[in-house]
């Protein structure tokens, strides 16, 4: 028997949220030209619906998980504003 066809199929991956992000300012892009069908449109109006909620859902999730990170020993949570490296107030 052939091993390989046994194994099961790996679930699919999640979007990469840049990908997806990238995707979706393309989609913008072409929605924006005036030469775009109605069909062509709506097509892309409704990926882009569904990329711009992907997107939303993993932001959501890692802020969750930052929020986690940022729990104190004594169950508070620390909110902090995140600041990127090299940007300060001076």
Same mark, same amino acid.
């Given at each position: 028997m052939n091993q390989? @066809?046994?194994k099961k $199929?790996? $679930?699919p991956k999640k979007p990469d949220f840049?990908?997806?992000l990238a995707r979706l300012e393309e989609v913008v892009r072409k929605l924006e030209s005036p030469q775009l069908s109605l &069909? &062509? @449109?709506m097509k892309l109006f409704e990926e882009g619906?569904?990329?711009s909620r992907e997107c939303q859902?993993?932001?959501e999730e890692a802020e969750a998980r930052v929020e986690i990170l940022l729990k104190k020993a004594d169950?508070?949570?620390a909110a902090e504003p995140f600041e990127p490296e090299g940007e300060s107030n001076a």
């Open positions: 390989t @066809a046994l $199929p790996e $679930p840049e990908r997806s &069909d &062509d @449109a619906v569904g990329l859902k993993q932001l169950g508070k949570l």
